[in-house]
Nanobody, 118 residues
Framework: QVQLVESGGGLVQAGGSLRLSCAAS????????MGWFRQAPGKEREFVASITWSGGSTYYVDSVKGRFTISRDNAKNTVSLQMNSLKPEDTAVYYC???????????WGQGTQVTVSS
């Protein structure tokens, strides 16, 4: 099992930036692909981005391409999401998880709230 703790969310104006972090414990995540997801009010949780275990490949949904960057530090067992040029439609609770493709494998953490004001 993996325990996941997300942090770094907050309130930001449109056009601003935030950097989210995900700390994993319970199991070394260095051999797993990791992903970020988000859930906006009244909507289903959706996949946002993923990164392979080596960090050599990344994948983004079209809505965040060119604005978000996923990275990882396997030595620290962490995954980050740098979010630039934020838009009000990015407002959501953001979660990380171990992934296979775009499918999450483990129990969700508490997530971190991102609110973008217009």
């Amino acid at each position: 099992q993996v325990q996941l703790v997300e942090s770094g969310g907050g309130l930001v104006q449109a056009g601003g930036s935030l950097r989210l972090s995900c700390a994993a414990s319970g199991r070394i995540i260095g051999t797993y692909a990791m992903g970020w997801f988000r859930q906006a009010p009244g909507k289903e949780r959706e996949f946002v981005a993923s990164i392979t275990w080596s960090g050599g490949s990344t994948y983004y949904v079209d809505s965040v391409k060119g604005r978000f960057t996923i990275s990882r530090d396997n030595a620290k067992n962490t995954v980050s999401l740098q979010m630039n040029s934020l838009k009000p439609e990015d407002t959501a609770v953001y979660y990380c998880n171990v992934v296979v493709g775009t499918r999450a494998l483990f129990v969700w953490g508490q997530g971190t709230q991102v609110t973008v004001s217009s």
